[in-house]
């Protein structure tokens, strides 16, 4: 059973690189589809959701920097927690965006008429050859492994925006009680200090907690429009490969 399985669990999760250059080209691709008017544009819907979803937002987060916001929540956290956090939430996004371009382009080369297949299919069908329904059910469940872990990095990227945020709450109350001293609540010339300390602290706490909750929000959905094309995926994967052991 090893033996027999080894070849369809043997393929690389990372992208190889025909599968590169075909994400590259996938762009191209879709430009072109999107300027026909036939059914060709219908094939980058995964992608339309995706660019649709992230100009809604992107609007959004202009009409908050016009309204002073954004500049409100940089210039108000002084431990520039909340930079970190956007920088994390951009490389999740990136990341997302190129998973989303990939599996768009595998999904297209599935559908394609021509016959041209990816080399992640190819190497699958390959591994069915003479299998039977159970081990072509194990080669199924090695192949939705493999394109869980590719995605499981967005995740993990967005739950960690949360945990950014949580740290930033911890950290602006520790500022803000820092600057307590009841001994002195009595001296006028050091309430204003206090004062002082208190609001920054407060600051930093709000302001992280936002920005952190705000940020996940925004990439979880993206991700979860990246699971939904990869479960898609999958199922086409294993619907071919059984027509195909079958044939």
Not at 13 to 27: F, K, Q
Not at 66 to 95: E, N, P, R, Y
Not at 151 to 159: D, E, Q, T, Y
């Amino acid at each position: 059973m090893t033996d027999t399985f080894a070849p369809a669990a043997s393929f690389p999760a990372d992208v190889s690189a025909p599968e590169a250059v075909s994400e590259r080209n996938s762009l191209a691709s879709l430009f072109s589809a999107l300027s026909e008017d036939d059914a060709a544009s219908f094939r980058y819907l995964l992608v339309l959701r995706f660019l649709v979803l992230n100009l809604v937002a992107v609007a959004l987060l202009g009409a908050a920097w016009l309204k002073g916001w954004v500049g409100a929540a940089f210039s108000g956290d002084s431990t520039q927690l909340v930079a970190v956090i956007a920088l994390v939430f951009a490389v999740g996004l990136a990341s997302c965006a190129r998973k989303i371009f990939l599996t768009s382009s595998e999904l297209n080369q599935l559908t394609d008429t021509r016959g041209q297949r990816s080399g992640r299919v190819m190497r699958y069908l390959a591994g069915l050859e003479s299998r039977d329904g159970q081990s072509r059910a194990l080669a199924a469940s090695a192949l939705r492994l493999k394109l869980g872990a590719r995605i499981a990095s967005i995740r993990h990227l967005a739950n960690s925006l949360v945990f950014l945020g949580l740290i930033g709450t911890v950290i602006g109350f520790i500022i803000a009680l820092s600057g307590i001293d009841p001994n002195a609540a009595a001296d006028v010339d050091s309430i204003g200090p206090m004062v002082s300390t208190l609001i920054s602290g407060m600051s930093v706490a709000l302001y992280t907690t936002l920005v952190g909750a705000i940020l996940n929000v925004w990439l979880m959905v993206n991700y979860r429009l990246l699971e939904g094309g990869t479960v898609t995926l999958v199922t086409t994967i294993v619907e071919l490969g059984e027509r195909h052991a079958r044939a």
